[in-house]
């Protein structure tokens, strides 16, 4: 008899279950200020939550195929109908539907590092080999490299995927790069989970008019602010989402995310506010970490910022450690550029940001 082992497929053999040990962290301890996973600090809306009460009641019924809601986000993006729209529990579940629709085992995925982790593990759980293609680093700043990503380009390459803005460099790839790399005719998935914080204009989506390979994928976990709620989508031309919607768990978007989800659409005062106290709250930090020596500060278009203290002597690590002193979790970054300098924030309330910059600031002997 054959051991269990030896019936896995072979390229999931070992693949743990992905957990956030900083989520568990926070959730075992609500004391403790959350800013390392970027999550918006302020609840839903009311106009949300009175959706939420009110599919809630409907609980004991299956979803439909969410109509109402992609006719919606179809007409927020001047797309022709609900039919260029796919919905997800969050975008990393859309990922997984785009990606397990065209990767075979041994086929590539071109992503562009330092980036979103779960390309990696999707793309990996599916037997693709993923390409890291990374980011330049120059005068302090983070650059994109399309060159490099054409370059990477391979005949096994099967998608190729770019967040816009990117997490943790927070910063837009300029539009005529799109163009060529989706000139290629390789299935692009182009991650916009944040750009309601620069606003639609920022998008890229009119491209899926043109081009059949380009998809754009959006979330409601960031500036709408319902990351618990679990509400992604793609849009594209429709043929593709049709094809691509056949991956689907049937009902897999539940009634009371579907619902919120069109509420927090619909209410656009409650994304204003939202996205408004955010880039306040980016500027307040970014001014009040400037002023530190040899500590670079990306700067950044969406709800985290990404620094480099190398040139200080400090370690990024040192700086988790200390504001963990403080009640602060921050996202940890590995070394890379010739720095273990690297470290990011995620905007959190008012109250939090100020105690981060005075922590930061006190770390580094800024502070009488
Ligand atoms: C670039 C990027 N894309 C997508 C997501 C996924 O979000 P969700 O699965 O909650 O939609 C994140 C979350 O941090 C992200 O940083």
Redesign the pocket.
């Known amino acids: 008899m054959k051991k269990i082992e030896e019936y896995y497929a072979p390229w999931v053999k070992g693949i743990p279950m992905y957990i956030s040990d900083h989520i568990e962290k926070a959730w075992r301890d609500p004391s403790l200020h959350r800013m390392m996973s ?1 999550e918006n600090p302020l609840p839903p809306s009311d106009k949300v939550l009175e959706a939420m009460v009110k599919y809630a009641k409907m609980a004991n019924r299956y979803p439909d195929q969410g109509l109402v809601v992609r006719s919606k986000i179809a007409e927020m993006n001047n797309v022709d109908g609900p039919g260029n729209v796919m919905i997800g529990n ?3 579940e859309v990922y997984d539907n785009i990606f397990r629709m065209f990767l075979q085992p041994g086929e590539e995925v071109i992503q562009h590092t330092p980036c ?1 982790g ?1 390309y990696g593990l999707r793309g990996t759980l599916l037997g693709a080999k993923m390409v890291s293609v990374p980011m330049i680093y120059k005068d302090h700043l983070m650059h994109y490299d399309p060159d490099a990503i054409i370059a990477a380009i391979t005949d096994k390459t099967k998608i190729i995927v770019v ?1 816009n803005p990117n ?1 943790p460099t927070g910063n837009f790839m300029d539009a005529k790069h799109f163009i060529t790399i989706a000139e290629t005719g390789i299935p692009f998935v182009i ?1 916009e ?1 944040y750009v309601e914080y620069a606003g639609l204009g920022m998008s890229q989506v009119q491209l899926t008019k043109k081009y059949k390979n380009v998809l754009i994928t959006r ?1 409601l ?1 960031k500036a709408y602010g319902l ?1 618990g709620m679990r509400f ?1 989508y793609t849009i594209a031309d429709k043929e593709v989402i049709d094809q691509i919607a056949g991956s689907l768990l049937p009902w897999n978007v539940g009634t009371i995310p579907m619902w919120a989800a069109l509420a927090a659409f619909e209410d656009t005062e409650g994304l204003a506010e939202r996205v408004k106290f955010n880039n306040d709250a980016v500027d307040f930090i970014t001014e009040s970490l400037s002023v530190i020596p040899g500590f670079y500060v990306m700067p950044s278009k969406a709800n985290y910022i990404l620094f480099d203290c190398g040139e200080t002597g400090k370690t990024g690590k040192e700086v988790l450690a200390f504001a963990e002193t403080r009640g602060i979790i921050l996202r940890g970054e590995s070394k890379k550029y010739g720095s273990d300098g690297w470290f990011r924030v995620t905007v959190g309330t008012a109250e939090e940001n100020k105690l981060f910059v005075d922590t930061v600031l006190e770390f580094f002997g800024m502070k009488k």
């Open positions: 970027n969050g975008s990393s979103f779960i967040a997490n991650d989970a979330t976990s990351a992604g």
